[in-house]
């Protein structure tokens, strides 16, 4: 078996794509023409569980969806980029105002857009769903695929490595591992 890399120090910023990640990557669309997403809850708890610990999460999405807004809104992202034709472009612009540099930043992704970001990042993630591009360009891959909880395997994983995770699990009265 493996052993899991160590995700980089002071990683402030995690840049989630939509579609394949948030989503199991399926667009289904209604009688209307609307494509349709289905979010996962367990990265919903995650991403929340990661923006009071201090971290930004940042969506950078190649489509453009009001469900994605509505997502964000739901979960306290304020940093919603949609249409994007240039990932790691549009994120250097961001990262100034949050006032970090890419050392400090995971993206993670699914399909050869993301590759760019990935590469420039502290580290890249691809979910286990990604294609072998992405998998073969990442620090780590998650367990789960994307929109199954691949987003929450990414937030532990990040959050475990300084022990930060304890402080998620002692709130609701569960034992930290060994």
């Known amino acids: 078996m493996p052993t899991t890399p160590q995700p980089p120090p002071d990683i402030r910023v995690l840049v989630l794509d939509v579609d394949g990640v948030l989503t199991d990557g399926r667009l289904p669309v209604d009688e209307q023409g609307r494509q349709l997403r289905a979010f996962h ?20 999405s190649g489509k453009r969806s009001p469900a994605v807004d509505a997502r964000a809104t ?6 919603v980029l949609q249409g994007s034709r240039d990932k790691l472009a549009e994120i250097q612009a961001l990262l100034p105002s949050l ?10 992704g699914d399909d050869l857009p ?4 990935m590469r420039a990042c502290a580290a ?11 998998r073969a360009a990442a620090t780590w891959v ?5 929109g199954h909880g691949a987003v929450r395997d ?25």
């Open 142 to 146: 998650t367990p789960r695929p994307g």
């Open 41 to 60: 809850v367990h990265d919903g708890f995650a991403i929340r569980c990661f923006l009071e610990l201090g971290g930004e999460v940042v969506i950078c």
């Open 74 to 79: 739901e979960l306290g992202i304020r940093h």
């Open 124 to 134: 890249g993630v691809a979910v286990a769903s990604a294609v072998d591009e992405v």
């Open 154 to 178: 990414a937030i532990e994983w990040l959050l475990r490595a300084d022990g930060r995770w304890n402080a998620i699990l002692s709130r609701y009265g569960v034992a930290a591992p060994g």
């Open 99 to 108: 006032g970090v540099s890419l050392r400090n930043v995971v993206m993670v």
């Open 114 to 117: 993301d590759v760019p970001l």
